[in-house]
């Protein structure tokens, strides 16, 4: 079955200065929408869909890592550890 484009019209309205939309129950249902959406830009438009629960944006994960305070001291050991004359490409 081949997947099938659905369109559905939708009025801007407006929300302080900025403009939303209302989307229908029965596709906030069909599609698990919840409070959270990722607007993404491409070259067709704009593509709605859920943004994915615990996976971090790249400045939040940049963040968490900063948070963390690691240390690399014993990075500089795995670095002479000698495998790099194992590996054959």
């Known amino acids: 079955m081949k997947n099938q484009i659905r369109s ?3 009025k801007l309205i407006p ?3 900025s ?3 209302r989307i229908p129950k029965a596709l906030l249902q ?3 929408l919840k409070n959270t959406l990722l607007i993404e830009e491409t070259d067709r438009g704009l593509l709605l869909r859920n943004k994915e629960e615990g996976k971090l944006s790249w400045e939040d994960t940049y963040k968490a890592m900063a948070d963390e ?3 690399w001291e014993d990075f500089d050991a795995t ?5 790099e004359n ?3 490409y």
């Open 69 to 71: 305070k690691e240390h």
């Open 30 to 32: 069909k599609y698990g």
């Open 79 to 83: 670095l002479s550890d000698g495998l």
């Open 8 to 10: 559905r019209d939708a």
């Open 19 to 21: 403009r939303g939309i």
């Open 86 to 88: 194992e590996l054959e």
């Open 15 to 17: 929300i302080g200065n």
